[in-house]
C-alpha cells in the first residue's frame, strides 16, 4: 500500500507536510514556470500589509556560512494589489494558499484580514507577529503574551478562516506565546521566523546589510528550532508548524518527531524551488521501508526514554 503523506492542520488538511515558508516563495504564482504547486502541501504567501511597503534599504541580503541574514522589512504590494491583481490568479495554483499578514499595529493585522475576507482563493492566514526586522510592531508582538492573545483574539472575531500566528525564537521562553496564542483562538502556531543575527567585514569595519542586524535562516538555525518546536510541543493542543533550516527529508522527519505536524521550508528554496518534491518522494520511500502507513504516525513521537549518549560526565 502507497503510505499517506496528508496531515491535518486542526480544519486545515493538506496533501502533504511541505508547505513554503513567507517571504520566500513571493505571493504564491512566481515559481509556476520551475516548480508545480501540486507537490505543496500550501504556500504561505510574502507577507501582506494594509498598504504597499517598500521595506528597508540595500543592502539587506548576506550570505553567512550556510545560513542568510535578511532585512528585507517586510516589503509588499499591499492588501489591495493582492486583493485584486494577485489573489484571482491563485486559483490555478494546484495547493492550499495560507496569506501571511503583516501590521505595525493591531488595527493593521484587522484591516488586512477585513480587506481579504471576501477574496476568493485564500485557505487561510498566518499572523506574522515575529518580524525582526521593522521598527514599529514585527517581533515584539510575539515577544509580548498578552499582546500576541489580543491580537489573535481580534482577529479571531472577524473570520472564520483558519489562522495560524508565527511565533519569534527571540524570547527566553516560546511557550508563553504559542499558549497566548492558542487561548486567542489560533488553529495553529507556527515557529520559528528568524533570529536576530549580524554580519560584519573586518576590513570596511561595516555591517554587511544597512540595518546592521537582520533576521538569520538557513541550516544552521535547525537545532534552535528543534528545541522550540520541542518546547512548545509539550505546552499546547493546537497543531505546530515548525520552521527554521529545514533542507533536507530527514530534517523533515525530526521536526515532526519533536512534535511539528507539518513544516514550511524558507531559505533552501532559493537555492533549489523543486526540493519540496524531491523531498516528498525520499519521505514516500522512508515510509515504505519502515512499514509506516502514514507520515502523521511520526507526530510527537521523541523517544526521551532513550538517549544516545549514556557515556561519562565529561
Ligand atoms: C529573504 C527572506 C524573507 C522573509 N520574509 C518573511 C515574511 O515576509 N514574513 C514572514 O513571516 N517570514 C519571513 N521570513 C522568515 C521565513 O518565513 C522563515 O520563518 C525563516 O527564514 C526560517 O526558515 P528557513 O531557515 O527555512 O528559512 C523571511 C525569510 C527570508 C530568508
Same mark, same amino acid.
Given at each position: 500500500?502507497?503510505?499517506?503523506?496528508?496531515?491535518?492542520?486542526?480544519?486545515?488538511? /493538506?496533501?502533504?507536510?511541505?508547505?513554503?515558508?513567507?517571504?520566500?516563495? #513571493?505571493?504564491?504564482? $512566481?515559481?509556476?514556470?520551475?516548480?508545480?504547486?501540486?507537490? =505543496?502541501?500550501?504556500?504561505?504567501?510574502?507577507?501582506? @500589509?494594509?498598504?504597499?511597503?517598500?521595506?528597508? @534599504?540595500? !543592502?539587506? =541580503?548576506?550570505?553567512?556560512?550556510?545560513?542568510?541574514?535578511?532585512?528585507?522589512?517586510?516589503?509588499?504590494?499591499?492588501? &489591495? @494589489?493582492?486583493?485584486?491583481?494577485?489573489? !484571482?490568479?491563485?486559483?490555478?495554483?494546484?495547493?492550499?494558499?495560507?496569506?501571511?499578514?503583516?501590521?505595525?499595529?493591531?488595527?493593521?493585522?484587522? =484591516?488586512?484580514?477585513?480587506?481579504?475576507?471576501?477574496?476568493?482563493?485564500?485557505?487561510?492566514?498566518?499572523?506574522?507577529?515575529?518580524? !525582526?526586522?521593522?521598527?514599529?510592531? #514585527?517581533?515584539?508582538? +510575539?515577544?509580548?503574551?498578552?499582546?500576541?492573545?489580543?491580537?489573535?483574539?481580534?482577529?479571531?472575531?472577524?473570520?472564520?478562516?483558519?489562522?495560524?500566528?508565527?511565533? /519569534?525564537?527571540?524570547?527566553?521562553?516560546? +511557550?508563553?506565546?504559542?499558549?497566548?496564542?492558542?487561548? #486567542?483562538?489560533?488553529?495553529?502556531? +507556527?515557529?520559528?521566523?528568524?533570529? *536576530?543575527?549580524?554580519?560584519?567585514?573586518?576590513? +570596511?569595519? @561595516?555591517?554587511?546589510?544597512?540595518?546592521?542586524?537582520?533576521?538569520?535562516?538557513?541550516?544552521?538555525?535547525?537545532?534552535?528550532?528543534?528545541?522550540?518546536?520541542?518546547?512548545?510541543?509539550?505546552?499546547?493542543?493546537?497543531?505546530?508548524?515548525?520552521?527554521?533550516?529545514? /533542507?533536507?527529508?530527514?530534517? *523533515?522527519?525530526?521536526?515532526?518527531?519533536?512534535?511539528?505536524?507539518?513544516?514550511?521550508?524558507?531559505?533552501?528554496?532559493?537555492? &533549489?524551488?523543486?526540493?519540496? $518534491?524531491?523531498?516528498?518522494?525520499?519521505?514516500?520511500?522512508?515510509?515504505?521501508?519502515?512499514?509506516? #502507513?502514514?507520515?502523521?504516525?511520526?507526530?510527537? /513521537?521523541?523517544?526521551?526514554?532513550? !538517549?544516545?549518549?549514556?557515556?561519562?560526565?565529561?
Amino acid at each position: 500500500m502507497h503510505p499517506e503523506l496528508k496531515t491535518k492542520l486542526g480544519s486545515l488538511h /493538506t496533501r502533504n507536510p511541505i508547505l513554503t515558508a513567507s517571504g520566500c516563495y #513571493g505571493y504564491g504564482e $512566481e515559481y509556476s514556470d520551475v516548480a508545480d504547486a501540486v507537490h =505543496l502541501g500550501g504556500i504561505v504567501t510574502k507577507s501582506i @500589509s494594509p498598504v504597499r511597503w517598500y521595506g528597508n @534599504s540595500p !543592502p539587506r =541580503l548576506a550570505e553567512t556560512g550556510t545560513g542568510l541574514i535578511n532585512s528585507i522589512g517586510l516589503a509588499n504590494v499591499g492588501a &489591495d @494589489s493582492f486583493k485584486t491583481e494577485i489573489a !484571482p490568479r491563485l486559483k490555478s495554483v494546484n495547493t492550499k494558499i495560507i496569506v501571511s499578514i503583516a501590521g505595525k499595529t493591531i488595527d493593521d493585522y484587522e =484591516l488586512v484580514v477585513q480587506k481579504l475576507e471576501d477574496a476568493n482563493n485564500i485557505d487561510g492566514y498566518e499572523l506574522n507577529i515575529s518580524c !525582526p526586522n521593522v521598527k514599529e510592531g #514585527g517581533m515584539a508582538f +510575539s515577544q509580548n503574551p498578552s499582546i500576541t492573545e489580543k491580537l489573535v483574539k481580534r482577529v479571531r472575531k472577524l473570520t472564520k478562516r483558519w489562522i495560524a500566528a508565527k511565533l /519569534t525564537p527571540n524570547v527566553t521562553k516560546i +511557550s508563553e506565546g504559542a499558549l497566548a496564542a492558542e487561548a #486567542g483562538g489560533a488553529d495553529a502556531v +507556527s515557529l520559528i521566523n528568524t533570529l *536576530v543575527g549580524m554580519a560584519v567585514d573586518y576590513r +570596511s569595519r @561595516s555591517p554587511k546589510i544597512a540595518t546592521i542586524t537582520g533576521g538569520y535562516s538557513g541550516p544552521p538555525v535547525k537545532p534552535i528550532a528543534l528545541a522550540k518546536v520541542w518546547e512548545v510541543y509539550n505546552a499546547v493542543k493546537i497543531p505546530i508548524i515548525g520552521i527554521g533550516g529545514i /533542507t533536507t527529508w530527514q530534517d *523533515v522527519l525530526e521536526f515532526m518527531i519533536v512534535g511539528a505536524s507539518a513544516v514550511q521550508i524558507g531559505t533552501a528554496l532559493f537555492t &533549489d524551488p523543486q526540493l519540496p $518534491e524531491k523531498i516528498n518522494k525520499r519521505l514516500i520511500q522512508y515510509l515504505e521501508e519502515e512499514e509506516i #502507513g502514514a507520515i502523521c504516525e511520526i507526530i510527537g /513521537t521523541l523517544r526521551t526514554d532513550r !538517549p544516545y549518549n549514556l557515556g561519562v560526565p565529561g
